[in-house]
């Protein structure tokens, strides 16, 4: 059978769904915890959009079970059905919500998503030829997604914090393509031999792909995908075309971008590039003490707290090292929220204690802690001049490497502190941290205030979030004493 998850799954790469159906020991074991998250957030937002439809009745089970229960409850006179099930023509779909209109039946789909997007047409697309297949007349398509303008005010209310999109005219348009679509990836799921494809970008895109260790380990360490600033899918094609597969060996009047051919220099040149005058200029606007600052966030899909909007950031913790004067001693404070509440005036009354009109705050990407500072200051107006003027001491540390001042082969094309730092600052590492990268410390969150969790459990969780987000700003502090080097 071709689930419908298996044809999304041929859509985005044909070669993705036949190592799915042939090759499932080359998955990973585990399932990562930002993917479970989004599966548990889609969970979430289904249990929300069924409160719309109180007269629904669940068809249990799967595959041949659930179709049966479906048949059931028909049978039984019932109007909505979730996850009512069909199967035929060797084509398997569940649909979300199943709602009789007249003689048809209508589909919507739930996503926690904040737009109509291509692969959701898809996806409705593929669900209508399986039903109309096993004999239903099928009526409206819908896709039930987020409303961005919801604001929480007490209790959840379904009915503003999810809009329904009719897409019928979308589907019905794309219809004879899925179908010729789905004949194709039914003759591949028959086919022993292991498809060849062109790595492009369908391997992040619209989803990560967990065969990526699999099809990308021949390629090499500095290789085209990695060129700063990226390349088009075109031009990708066109360096394929030519078995360019290596940095270095891209012509140099094919790249266009400055940076992207600094990139191509110093991996061609095995050289590191350093423009000392433009560092000494940029860290010249310094004024000490300087506030070396960082944010961890939470950005969940239903908002937790009043005051919110779906997807808009939490800032739950920050880091924050303090350096009065050049050379001097370096203190450091933090402050991570425990428990279930909006940690906003909490954390600003306490980062508040540690910053002073004068000097600099510093942080990479710093775009996003002044989107969080500006965002707080609306809910907390009483700290919005200090949060202003935040802001307006705010320097940008990671500009020194996005403009290309210092450009080492081993960032990889990124100016992201991950990739920067084990090369700058090889000692600090954060292989050596439980919490290594920001979607984790973030995940991390929920459990953290989560009234449940066991005592010692919490007492680790907050011992990692801390050592993570307490690392990132040690690593500014860091990098900046090795660029004032310089
Ligand atoms: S890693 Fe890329 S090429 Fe390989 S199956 Fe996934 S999407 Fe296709």
Redesign the pocket.
């Known amino acids: 059978m071709l689930s419908k998850s298996q044809f999304l799954k041929y859509i985005?790469?044909y070669?993705?769904l036949w190592?799915y159906k042939f090759r499932r020991d080359l998955l990973p074991e585990e399932t990562d915890e930002s993917l479970q998250r989004i599966f548990d957030e889609g969970y979430e937002v289904e249990d929300y959009a069924r409160k719309l439809f109180p007269k629904g009745v669940k068809a249990e089970g799967l595959y041949e079970t659930a179709k049966k229960n479906t048949d059931k409850l028909i049978k039984d006179g019932n109007k909505v059905i979730f996850q009512a099930t069909a199967m035929a023509n060797s084509l398997y779909a569940m649909a979300d919500i199943f709602v009789k209109n007249g003689d048809k039946w209508d589909i919507y789909e739930v996503k926690s998503s904040t737009q109509v997007k291509d692969i959701h047409v898809i996806d409705l697309s593929f669900q209508k030829i399986c039903f109309e297949s096993a004999g239903y007349k099928i009526g409206k398509t819908h896709l039930v997604v987020i409303n961005t303008s919801y604001v929480r005010k007490g209790k959840i209310d379904p009915k503003e914090l999810l809009k329904i999109e009719d897409i019928s005219s979308d589907v019905r348009n794309l219809i004879s393509e899925i179908k010729l679509n789905i004949e194709s990836a039914l003759k591949l799921i028959k086919s022993p031999k292991e498809p060849q494809?062109r790595?492009l970008k369908?391997?992040s895109s619209p989803y990560e792909?967990p065969?990526?260790d699999?099809?990308?380990k021949d390629v090499p360490d500095h290789s085209i995908y990695s060129i700063a600033c990226g390349l088009s899918e075109k031009k990708l094609n066109e360096l394929l075309d030519q078995d360019i597969l290596e940095i270095k060996d891209i012509p140099e009047d094919f790249l266009t971008r400055d940076r992207a051919l600094m990139h191509r220099h110093v991996v061609k040149h095995n050289k590191v590039h350093i423009e000392p005058d433009k560092i000494k200029e940029d860290l010249n606007n310094l004024k000490y003490p300087l506030y070396f600052l960082d944010y961890e966030t939470f950005s969940p899909a239903i908002p937790l707290f009043d005051g919110y909007k779906p997807y808009q950031r939490i800032v739950f913790q920050f880091s924050l090292h303090v350096q009065e004067q050049p050379g001097g001693k370096l203190n450091h404070y933090e402050f991570l929220a425990k428990d279930f509440k909006d940690p906003t005036e909490d954390l600003l009354k306490a980062l508040r204690k540690f910053i002073s009109k004068k000097g600099t705050a510093i942080s990479w990407n710093a775009m996003f802690e002044k989107g969080c500072n500006s965002e707080m200051a609306k809910r907390a107006p009483q700290y919005a001049s200090f949060l202003k003027s935040v802001n307006d001491s705010m320097y940008d540390l990671m500009l020194i490497f996005r403009k290309g001042y210092y450009v080492h082969k081993n960032f990889h094309g990124s100016a992201s502190i991950k990739k920067v730092l084990p090369v700058l600052i090889p000692k600090l590492s954060y292989k050596n941290l439980n919490i290594q990268e920001g979607g984790t410390a973030s995940d991390s969150w929920k459990t953290l205030i989560d009234p449940d969790i066991d005592k010692k459990e919490k007492d680790k969780l907050y011992k990692d979030m801390t050592d993570y987000c307490g690392l990132d700003t040690m690593a500014m502090v860091e990098i900046l004493k090795f660029l004032q080097k310089i």
């Open positions: 985005q790469c070669k993705y190592l494809i790595i369908q391997c792909c065969f990526i699999y099809c990308w």
